[in-house]
T-cell receptor
Framework: GAVVSQHPSRVICKSGTSVKIECRSL??????MFWYRQFPKQSLMLMAT?????????EQGVEKDKFLINHASLTLSTLTVTSAHPEDSSFYIC?????????FGEGSWLTVV | QQQVKQSPQSLIVQKGGISIINCAYE??????FPWYQQFPGKGPALLIA?????SEKKEGRFTISFNKSAKQFSLHIMDSQPGDSATYFC?????????????FGQGTILTVHP
């Protein structure tokens, strides 16, 4: 089956610093990837849609200057949380479109201290 | 605005029983309805999916029932097992010229007692 890898799986950073999360489709090419955020015991909330070679489309209320998304190749999208604050602590999940299905990564836990 | 409403929020079933989770939607532009299973600390994994031109789809112990006129769909897990204990999300995809984004339901925490 299609595999999507996220790295790192867990990261702790200091308040005010930036952190980058990578999402890779390992055995297929993904023109479109999605970035979701999930708080404990809550649903997945779409943050942005990432299309290879073009600017990401952000959902209403998501700060595009804070959550930088780059989709430089057909197998890699990155999410950079800039000037992170404790309220940015969350579980971030990427999904990559393969064929007619979205395959999700294992998620990345971000803790901002 | 919650476009996909899921119920119940939590469900407890005995081993061997049937688990039923329901979802309802409003947006008639949705054209693909997947169900995902998520274990704690992991990303969601696709279980089964259906399109609105089909009323039922079965894969192993998992069945989706779809009622287009009522704009409702449900997941049935037959012969539920303790290993099925997880959070289940229904989702709906917007159709269009490019691959549409998924909107998720609120999730159902399923606990199967041995």
């Amino acid at each position: 089956g299609a595999v999507v890898s996220q790295h790192p799986s867990r990261v702790i950073c200091k308040s005010g610093t930036s952190v980058k999360i990578e999402c890779r489709s390992l055995d297929f090419q993904a023109t479109t990837m999605f970035w979701y955020r999930q708080f404990p015991k809550q649903s997945l909330m779409l943050m942005a849609t990432s299309n290879e070679g073009s600017k990401a489309t952000y959902e209403q209320g998501v700060e595009k200057d804070k959550f930088l998304i780059n989709h430089a190749s057909l197998t890699l999208s990155t999410l950079t949380v800039t000037s992170a604050h404790p309220e940015d602590s969350s579980f971030y999940i990427c999904g990559a479109v393969g064929g007619n299905t979205i395959y999700f990564g294992e998620g990345s836990w971000l803790t901002v201290v | 605005q919650q476009q996909v409403k899921q119920s119940p929020q939590s469900l407890i079933v005995q081993k061997g029983g049937i688990s039923i989770i329901n979802c309802a939607y409003e947006n008639t532009a949705f054209d693909y309805f997947p169900w995902y299973q998520q274990f704690p600390g992991k990303g969601p994994a696709l279980l089964i999916a259906i399109r609105p031109d089909v009323s039922e789809k079965k894969e192993g112990r998992f069945t989706i029932s779809f009622n287009k006129s009522a704009k409702q769909f449900s997941l049935h897990i037959m012969d539920s097992q303790p290993g099925d204990s997880a959070t289940y999300f229904c989702a709906a995809r917007e159709g269009g010229t490019s691959y549409g984004k998924l909107t998720f339901g609120q999730g159902t925490i399923l606990t199967v007692h041995p």
